[in-house]
């Protein structure tokens, strides 16, 4: 089992950077895929982007493809989320989620077993 926390959300103007964190704690973290996710005020959360458990293959949503990359530390057990050239569509809750190995990255949440709490970004125009 791991548990996972967000951090390093905030307010940022359109065009801006904001790094996302996801500390893991629990055993054995570089077997895990790991995935950020997203939901806005009134709106399904959507997928944003995963990482295999070695950091070799990286999948991501077509919004954000180009602008946004996941990479691992594993040695600091933490996931990041680097987003650029945000947009005031990309505000949303911010959420960093765990789960098994797969061979193929899975872009849904049902496939992630554990979730942190969230992370607010708000990017302004």
């Known amino acids: 089992q791991v548990q996972v926390v967000e951090s390093g959300g905030g307010f940022v103007q359109a065009g801006g950077s904001l790094r996302l964190s996801c500390a893991a704690s629990?055993?054995?973290?570089?077997?895990?895929?790991m995935g950020w996710f997203r939901q806005a005020p009134g709106k399904e959360r959507e997928f944003v982007g995963a990482?295999?458990?070695?950091?070799?293959?990286?999948l991501y949503a077509d919004s954000v493809k180009g602008r946004f990359t996941i990479s691992r530390d594993d040695a600091k057990n933490t996931v990041y989320l680097q987003m650029n050239n945000l947009k005031p569509e990309d505000t949303a809750v911010y959420f960093c989620?765990?789960?098994?190995?797969?061979?193929?990255?899975?872009?849904?949440?049902?496939?992630?077993?554990?979730w942190g709490q969230g992370t607010q970004v708000t990017v302004s125009s």
């Open positions: 990482i295999n458990w070695s950091g070799s293959s990286t």
């Open positions: 989620a765990a789960a098994g190995r797969y061979n193929n990255l899975p872009d849904y949440a049902r496939a992630f077993n554990y």
């Open positions: 629990g055993r054995a973290f570089n077997a895990y895929t």
